[in-house]
Nanobody, 122 residues
Framework: QVQLAESGGGVVQAGGSLRLSCTALGHTFNTYDMGWFRQAPGLEREFVARIASGNGQTYYADSVKDRLIISRDPAENTMYLQMNNLTTKDTATYFC???????????????WGQGAQDTVSS
């Protein structure tokens, strides 16, 4: 069974950067498409970015395009989310998950991590 664990959350000022990590136990990142989602208090979980198995194709939500970068290191069995030029709207708990199909819908993902809290202060 796949287990995912996020790390790297924290507090940063607006305009700053953070890098989140998602480490997998039980599978390698080249086997499955993977994604990042986030959930702010009182709001639904929303898609942030995904990366395909094999060729590493990426796709981003419009709200984060050009600021966030998803990547993976198969040797470390870890996926990353580099977040730059952060705004207060990026404050949320960030989750990584395994995709059952190439999709931006949370219902198409399984094996969710426990989440990493990111807070961006103004």
């Amino acid at each position: 069974q796949v287990q995912l664990a996020e790390s790297g959350g924290g507090v940063v000022q607006a305009g700053g950067s953070l890098r989140l990590s998602c480490t997998a136990l039980g599978h390698t990142f080249n086997t499955y498409d993977m994604g990042w989602f986030r959930q702010a208090p009182g709001l639904e979980r929303e898609f942030v970015a995904r990366i395909a198995s094999g060729n590493g194709q990426t796709y981003y939500a419009d709200s984060v395009k050009d600021r966030l970068i998803i990547s993976r290191d198969p040797a470390e069995n870890t996926m990353y989310l580099q977040m730059n030029n952060l705004t207060t709207k990026d404050t949320a708990t960030y989750f990584c998950a395994k995709a059952q199909q190439w999709s931006g819908r949370a219902s198409d993902y399984v094996s969710w991590g426990q989440g990493a809290q990111d807070t961006v202060s103004s």
